[in-house]
């Protein structure tokens, strides 16, 4: 029981190797079996996801949402999904066949392709690379080209113009989100994510850096488009978005890729400041690190929801000056102080919680100071508007 999913690997290999199978054939065969279940398991799950939001979000609006097919709703989703593969995929006069096909894969394989790096638990990683979040940083970029591709191939300018502000919102929101991770590299001394989860050993980095937390967690939830940033499902706008052209299963992928991008972002949140596996015994028995990370990514994706069901849209306006006016320079000013405190901190023998604790506290009161200062000048302008005289053209 110290290391099943090990035990497992060197079950098949010898298995395999004992049927007469080359040994490098077989370690290419087992490491592509281990992507198929890791990437079956993570879509699948969007069935699961999905039943949960919509109960979720039909609570907090005092609804009962799925109730009908099967026990408590559970079948709701599989039928939607049925009723999706029966539809046609219809590709408009004009479209870009090829491209307007591979968009909807690129979109899904994007998302999924990020838990190939994620340590599940102690032995449980699909690729162990020292330049993890490097690697989930250029995986998503592959999704903003899926949206291009679906906009541009649609021959549709409001799909064109839905992808063009969808990827404007994605790309914006990646250079506050590239700051904020690079605060768990300096603390971890690594980028590797099985490194960062072994530096979270007796103290979470959510402790030592809550608001590179908080910046991460926001401009995750603003990359994948969803409440309180979900400009391409506003009842104002006449259509969906970039993917208004698309459907029967090729908008479900669309769809799936949405909700398991949500858990996603919930999933890399535990691991990078949350401490992953780390738990009670999880070392000892590591089915039980497995536990801890799909609890704490729940309990996150519950916080996507409750957000989801709470906050009202805002607009593009409102949400590009609060990224370039407020979140990134804030994530920028984190990584600063970050790296001046931990290098002292080390230097002079400092309690790095203290340090650190004290340094986002610092922060914190500066960012509400001046946050106060704006208001207040804001609102002597908009007194000084109100009390000028209006003056009148004479009435010949």
Do not use: C
């Not at 104002?236 to 909700?259: N, Q, R, T």
């Not at 028995?285 to 709470?310: D, N």
């Amino acid at each position: 029981m110290s290391d099943p999913f090990g035990g497992l690997d060197n079950f098949l290999k010898d298995l395999l190797v004992g049927f007469g199978l080359d040994a490098t054939f077989v370690a290419v065969v087992l490491k592509l079996l281990g992507a198929a279940v890791l990437g079956g398991m993570a879509g699948a799950t969007a069935i699961l996801l999905i039943w949960a939001e919509r109960k979720l979000v039909a609570r907090i609006q005092d609804r009962l949402g799925p109730n009908r097919v099967g026990p408590y709703g559970l079948l709701q989703t599989i039928a939607d999904a049925l009723k999706l593969l029966t539809k046609e995929v219809l590709i408009p006069a004009g479209a870009d066949r090829i491209i307007f096909q591979m968009a909807p894969l690129l979109v899904v394989a994007s998302v999924i392709g990020v838990w190939a790096v994620m340590p599940l638990a102690p032995g449980l990683i699909g690729s162990d690379v020292n330049v993890g979040l490097l690697y989930i940083v250029s995986v998503g970029s592959i999704g903003i080209l899926g949206i291009m591709m679906a906009g541009l191939s649609s021959n549709n300018k409001y799909a064109l113009l839905g992808a063009f502000r969808t990827v404007a919102q994605m790309v914006s929101f990646a250079v506050p989100l590239i700051f904020s991770l690079l605060v768990p590299t300096l603390l971890a001394g690594s980028m590797g994510m099985a490194e960062i989860v072994e530096a979270q050993e007796g103290l979470w980095f959510i402790f030592l850096a809550p608001l590179a937390a908080l910046i991460f967690f926001v401009s995750s939830i603003a990359e994948v488009g969803r409440a309180p940033f979900d400009l391409m499902e506003a009842e104002s706008e006449i259509v969906a978005g970039f993917h208004i052209e698309y459907s029967g299963m090729a908008f479900g992928m669309f769809f799936v890729g949405e909700f398991v991008h949500a858990f996603t972002i919930s999933a890399l949140t535990a691991v990078i400041f949350l401490g992953g596996w780390r738990g009670p015994g999880a070392e000892a028995f590591p089915l039980l690190g497995l536990v801890y990370f799909l609890l704490k990514a729940s309990i996150m994706f519950f916080v996507v929801i409750w957000i989801r069901g709470t906050f009202p849209r805002i607009r593009i306006d409102q949400m590009n000056a609060f990224n370039w006016k407020f979140v990134t320079p804030l994530a920028l000013v984190v990584l600063m102080v970050t790296a001046v405190v931990d290098k002292l901190a080390i230097e002079q023998g400092w309690p790095r919680f203290l340090a650190h604790s004290t340094a986002n506290l610092l922060m914190v009161i500066g960012t509400l100071a001046i946050l106060r200062a704006q208001a207040s000048s804001a609102r002597r302008r908009q007194e000084v508007a109100l009390e000028a005289p209006v003056t009148r053209p004479e009435v010949a």
